[in-house]
């Protein structure tokens, strides 16, 4: 008999052809989605490494070498070859229809619970399939046992199941994503995770699980949308002969440079009478919410003192002529080579202040009413480069001067950040240019020093403009 005419013949000549050319296809093309970070890959290599070689084999088996489709051997290889079907199926559903959609589309809004459905319905014809034609199963009498049970069970269960549906329809309409901020009655913190059942929801202290039903059922604030809306208000109260213009100004000045602020919309402040104050502040996430309130009272706490306002009613004793003459003493006067009558004509003039930890301390750009003196704590100076990005310059320690260009009517040439709590002693220009106008040597080694600064900021301007 010719090998030609045998029916086995074409089956091995087109699988010892066919199987080495879909290897070498299936492997080009998966380097290929690989380079393009291609959600396809996966779904490629699993074709090539595991569906193609099995099919393979059972086409000789079958085919090739005539092994009843009924043998044992064939039949799990068969079961094999399609729950391998089945999950390649399943993965490129998930990968073309889920895993590369837009961010608005309804297939980026459907909540996983409803793909987990519906993998779980296709594996079940799957295997239902793979049970009647290679098993020889009868599936019919199995459908009907479960749908008469999921009605027993549905009746018995039929609150819970209510429940369980309406969380499902709150997920399909998906108020809130992973990682919003939700304001729930009984909860306040950010999602970290949503299944069929419940929602995790991180809350600073602890994980509040809240079934989705109890969510479906109550109103909530999803306090992430619209995207960087949220405000925060602070109330603040000061004493009812305070200024209440100056207290706005102040409040507002000091909210201005808080470092999580919605860039474009500028914190305002409202008197609220009875003495108190709301400070509204837009910010870039609710996550920055404790973080803001908590840095806006401390740095108030401080600015409050400097210009005499009486937060909560309280009075600061802080600058006193005992501290001021000790200031004058030990630093300004061995750094400005001030006589004793010199330190003595200051002291009534001079006043010490306070600075809380990441406060701005000068402002770049502003001209100075007077010179200020590090007395404790340590300063960075800083530089604003073209697109507003901050740059570090030097550090000034006790001894360091800041404002020196007061003398000149100047504008700073560098900003001042406070890197822990300062402690300065400020002189107006007019007094303290009465005592260094008669030192040369001293107008000389301060207009060098204003010239070092300015060159310093000019320098790292420059190198962050080439960077």
């Known amino acids: 008999?010719?090998?030609?005419?045998?029916?086995?013949?074409?089956?091995?000549?087109?699988?010892?052809?066919?199987?080495?050319l879909g290897l070498i296809i299936l492997t080009?093309?998966?380097?290929?989605?690989?380079?393009?970070?291609?959600h396809l890959a996966r779904q490629v290599g699993l074709l090539r490494n595991y569906v193609l070689p099995l099919g393979a084999v059972l086409l000789l088996l079958v085919k090739a070498s005539q092994v009843p489709a009924w043998d044992g051997a064939v039949r799990v290889l068969t079961t094999a070859f399609g729950f391998l079907v089945l999950v390649?199926?399943?993965?490129?559903?998930?990968a073309t229809l889920f895993q590369g959609a837009p961010e608005q589309s309804w297939r980026k809004r459907l909540p996983t619970i409803f793909l987990d459905v519906a993998r779980f319905a296709l594996i079940g014809v799957g295997l239902a399939m793979i049970l009647s034609y290679v098993w020889g199963v009868r599936v019919g009498g199995l459908f009907t046992a479960l749908g008469v049970t999921s009605v027993v069970i549905g009746l018995m269960l039929q609150n819970s199941v209510g429940q369980i549906v309406s969380g499902l329809f709150m997920l399909f309409e998906q108020p809130f994503r992973i990682d919003d901020w939700l304001d729930t009655p009984n909860a306040r913190g950010?999602?970290?995770?949503?299944?069929?059942?419940?929602?995790?929801?991180?809350?600073?202290?602890?994980?509040?699980?809240?079934?989705?039903?109890?969510?479906a059922g109550t109103s909530f604030t999803n306090l992430s949308r619209p995207a960087r809306a949220h405000k925060c208000s602070i109330t603040t109260m000061f004493a009812t002969s305070d200024p209440p213009d100056q207290v706005c100004a102040m409040l507002t000045r000091a909210a201005s440079a808080l470092p999580h602020l919605r860039p474009g919309v500028m914190p305002t402040t409202v008197a609220l009478g009875a003495a108190e104050y709301r400070t509204t502040v837009r910010l870039i996430s609710p996550a920055d919410e404790g973080a803001t309130q908590a840095m806006f009272l401390r740095w108030v706490w401080y600015a409050a003192r400097r210009e005499g306002l009486h937060l909560d009613e309280a009075d600061d004793e802080f600058s006193t002529p005992e501290r001021v003459e000790a200031a004058l003493r030990t630093v300004v006067g061995p750094e400005l080579r001030l006589n004793p009558g010199d330190q003595q004509s200051l002291a009534p003039v001079a006043r010490m202040v306070r600075y809380g930890a990441d406060e701005i301390v000068q402002y770049a750009g502003a001209v100075p009413t007077g010179v200020t003196f590090v007395i404790a704590g340590s300063v960075r100076l800083t530089a604003t480069t073209d697109d507003g990005s901050v740059v570090p310059i030097a550090t000034l320690k006790e001894g360091a001067f800041l404002g020196v260009t007061a003398l000149t009517r100047q504008p700073n040439p560098a900003g001042a950040v406070a890197l822990e709590e300062v402690t300065a002693l400020e002189i107006g220009r007019a007094h303290l240019e009465q005592v260094v106008m008669n030192k040369p040597a001293l107008l000389q080694e301060l207009g060098r020093l204003i010239d070092e600064r300015q060159a310093k900021a000019l320098r790292e301007i420059k190198r962050n403009r080439v960077g």
Do not use: C, K
């Not at 029916?7 to 199987?19: D, E, H, K, N, S």
């Not at 950010?190 to 969510?215: C, F, K, Q, Y």
């Open 1 to 20: 008999m010719n090998l030609r005419d045998s029916p086995w013949f074409y089956w091995a000549v087109g699988i010892a052809i066919g199987l080495p």
């Open 88 to 94: 390649l199926l399943l993965s490129l559903l998930n």
């Open 28 to 38: 080009e093309l998966h380097q290929i989605l690989l380079r393009r970070n291609s």
């Open 190 to 215: 950010r999602v970290v995770e949503v299944n069929w059942r419940a929602v995790h929801i991180d809350t600073g202290s602890g994980l509040r699980i809240m079934p989705n039903s109890m969510l």
